[in-house]
């Protein structure tokens, strides 16, 4: 069976996204580096893959999918029986955790942070000022999600129960550039947020995928 095809870059927290996903199922695929320098997102030949013009893009044979999330969904479902089940399939209480922790991460995490990763990677990178009132507004809504979480994290390992699963994974790639930044006290001041985190970063997929993960690396 040929392997996936991953359209995308290592650098991309997205497409990290997907790669974490595809290496926690041990899932064989290959990276198409997509020169974002030069537009090569936004060309036709791209676009007949995410009218969007986004990264990343996952084709399997005839099938073409976008969003990372709904990739990471595709593959835990169709490796359900290979690698980490990342779903916990076969237990509805625990699947029904699954999806909340995972609407957690995108509709409270994912808006709070986006805004320190921009200002704080995205935008110096353009040569732009980074904004710092839309930083400090972003750190003072992550405060308020993480201490929802340090309270959940009291109870169990991880967001959805004692075993990891896609409602961790999708934090990967943010917290793991906001860890490199002065921001990473947002983590590090809460102790079950922090043993969480550490618990995620530290598995052998997540290892692999974030050595790749270089913007601000100097």
């Known amino acids: 069976m040929a392997p996936l095809k ?23 695929y290959e990276i198409c580096p997509v020169d974002l320098s030069t537009g090569a997102h936004k060309r036709p030949d791209f676009i007949s893959k995410n009218p969007f013009g ?31 089940d ?3 399939h076969g237990n509805l209480h625990g699947f029904a955790k699954v999806m909340v922790g995972c609407e957690v991460e995108s509709q409270q995490f994912n808006p709070a942070m986006g805004p320190i990763f921009f200002h704080t990677f ?20 992550v405060r308020t999600v ?5 309270k959940m994290l009291s109870s169990s390992k991880y967001l959805a129960g004692d075993s990891y699963t896609l409602a961790d994974l999708n934090h990967l790639p943010y ?15 809460r102790p079950h947020v922090k043993a969480w985190w550490e618990a995620v970063s ?16 100097k």
């Open 86 to 88: 990342l779903l916990q």
């Open 54 to 84: 986004q990264i990343p893009v996952l084709e399997d044979g005839d099938i073409t999918l976008f969003e990372s999330r709904a990739i990471c969904n595709y593959i835990a479902h169709k490796y359900k029986d290979q690698g980490t």
């Open 122 to 141: 995205i935008a110096p990178m353009r040569g732009w000022a980074p904004d710092q009132k839309a930083i400090d507004e972003s750190v003072v809504k």
């Open 6 to 28: 991953l359209h995308g870059v290592p650098f991309s927290t997205c497409t990290a996204r997907v790669m974490a996903c595809l290496e926690e199922k041990n899932v064989e």
């Open 175 to 189: 917290i793991t550039y906001i860890m490199k930044t002065p921001h990473a006290d947002l983590i590090n001041s």
């Open 146 to 150: 993480l201490d929802v979480y340090e």
């Open 202 to 217: 530290s598995r052998p997929a997540s290892l692999k995928v974030t050595q790749g993960m270089t913007l601000g690396s």
